[in-house]
């Protein structure tokens, strides 16, 4: 897991290259894999493979989504808010579980934020995305993956730039250094 996170981020640029119909399997094993609070798995998720409906998607915000109508897949995380009051924490692993086991078959993904956001000055994100899906309004809308094959090279980050800093050691005024054994 440390080499994938070595190698870890946000891929925006696809080629029109088409996931394998066993990938798609292995990515919603993946999601349904992942942990939650109480076991309670409060989490929808819309599989969308179909053209016009990525593109549709892609215009749930003003800014940061664009790039979902050229990806091959796109999974929207959902949840039924009635049943968990930390669904937001659960949908949140859920989703970068599969973007860590979409890079690990050789896929680029992308997160798009959801929740909180705007479509336009009258519509949430998520109110066009429940009308677009057909969702029903206690089923929330926590984020978008956007997948498929990389079409840009991004540079890992250097350990340099990890941020150390925000680290400390056994207590706020404490830092943590690299490799600090005391
Ligand atoms: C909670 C969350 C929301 C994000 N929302 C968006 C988004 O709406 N659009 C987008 O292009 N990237 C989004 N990202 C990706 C971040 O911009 C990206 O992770 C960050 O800039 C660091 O870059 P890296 O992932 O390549 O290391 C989001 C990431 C997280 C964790």
């Known amino acids: 897991m440390i080499e994938l996170l070595r190698k870890r981020r946000s891929i925006r640029s696809y080629t029109a290259e088409t996931i394998a119909p066993a990938t798609v399997e ?103 995305i429940q009308k677009l899906l057909g969702l029903p309004e206690h089923v929330k809308v926590q984020s978008m993956i956007s997948i498929g094959h990389p079409d840009e090279v991004r540079m890992p980050l250097r350990s340099d730039e990890l941020e150390y800093f925000k680290v400390k050691h056994n207590h706020f005024d404490q830092p943590w250094y690299p490799g600090d054994k005391s």
């Open 26 to 128: 292995l990515l919603i094993e993946a999601l349904l894999r992942a942990p939650s609070s109480r076991n309670i798995n409060p989490w929808e998720f819309i599989v969308v493979d179909d053209r016009e409906l990525l593109s549709k998607l892609s215009r749930a915000k003003e800014h940061g989504s664009a790039f979902l109508e050229g990806a091959q897949l796109g999974i929207v995380v959902c949840a039924d808010s009635t049943t968990s009051d930390v669904w937001v924490e659960d949908c949140s692993i859920a989703s970068i579980l599969v973007q860590m086991t979409a890079l690990s078959l050789g896929l680029g993904s992308c997160w798009i934020q959801i929740r909180q956001r705007r479509h336009d000055a009258k519509c949430s994100a998520e109110e066009y």
